[in-house]
């Protein structure tokens, strides 16, 4: 599986943007997929998850700003990004794995990652 992050950009506080992680190869419809991110400095922080079924989980500092979705038919996962801060501002990274239970995905050693997209939110 390879995943190609794309919809990074430079915003201003307060904008929204749309990340899209296109996957190629092996379908991922029945795939966990994640978003991280890591900002200059820090570890690799999770983001979102969703899982084979639809089910959603986020991080607490993005709660009710950022949405991650799947389009199966398009082997494609977003993150809709709302209300930006700029402790936003991170690469962000897409990830896919072949597990299907329920365990806390936010935790996953995830099988295949993208390369990032640069997000950069100014105040």
């Known amino acids: 599986v390879q995943l190609q992050a794309s919809g990074g950009g430079l915003v201003q506080a307060g904008d929204s943007l749309r990340l899209s992680c296109a996957a190629s190869g092996r379908p991922v419809s029945m795939y966990a997929m994640g978003w991280f991110r890591q900002a200059p400095g820090k570890e690799r922080e999770f983001v979102a998850t969703i899982n084979w079924s639809g089910s959603t989980d986020y991080a607490d500092s993005v709660k009710g700003r950022f949405t991650i979705s799947r389009d199966n038919a398009k082997k494609t996962v977003y993150l809709q990004m709302n209300s930006l801060k700029p402790e936003d501002s991170a690469v962000y990274y897409c990830?896919?794995?072949?597990?299907?239970?329920?365990?806390?995905?936010?935790?996953?050693?995830?099988?295949?990652w993208g390369l990032g997209t640069l997000v950069t939110v100014s105040s």
């Open positions: 990830a896919a794995d072949p597990y299907r239970g329920s365990a806390d995905l936010s935790r996953r050693e995830y099988a295949y």
